[in-house]
């Protein structure tokens, strides 16, 4: 797979929640460093005004291995709800996918970014 075939599938996601009127705007940039290797940056502003800043560093060349990547979803208000990352720690976690929620740090998968919207549409932007 190509990066833009990768960039192409992450905006569709985007494009589709647009749609439902979940996401109200979006912003993505990329950083190619080659066709099979670069950075993807998203705001995503949804429909009750938080946020989600998802960033991921791919590497396309064998399989889709996501070097690094951040998934932060805050409040209006810029509070953190929940952020899936791969980011090293110190102490060290004993594992390295992990998801920051209400002061504790399990382990857990690297998430999609259709997965990721899921969890907030389903958890957090219950209908009022």
């Not at 960033?55 to 951040?70: G, M, Q």
């Not at 399990?106 to 219950?126: C, M, T």
């Amino acid at each position: 797979m190509l990066l833009p075939e990768y960039l192409q599938d992450f905006v569709k996601v985007i494009d589709d929640y647009s749609k439902t009127g979940f996401i109200v705007t979006s912003e993505v940039r990329i950083d190619m460093r080659t066709e099979k290797i670069g950075v993807i940056k998203s705001t995503i502003v949804l429909a009750d005004d938080s946020r989600l800043f998802a960033t991921e560093y791919v590497d396309l060349r064998y399989k889709i291995e996501k070097i690094s990547y951040s998934f932060h979803f805050q409040d209006k208000d810029g509070n953190l709800i929940f952020r899936y990352d791969n980011a090293s720690h110190k102490p060290d976690l004993g594992f390295k996918n992990h998801k920051h929620f209400k002061g504790i740090i399990p382990q857990s998968e690297a998430p999609e970014l259709r997965s990721v919207l899921d969890e907030i549409i389903s958890n957090f932007l219950r209908a009022k």
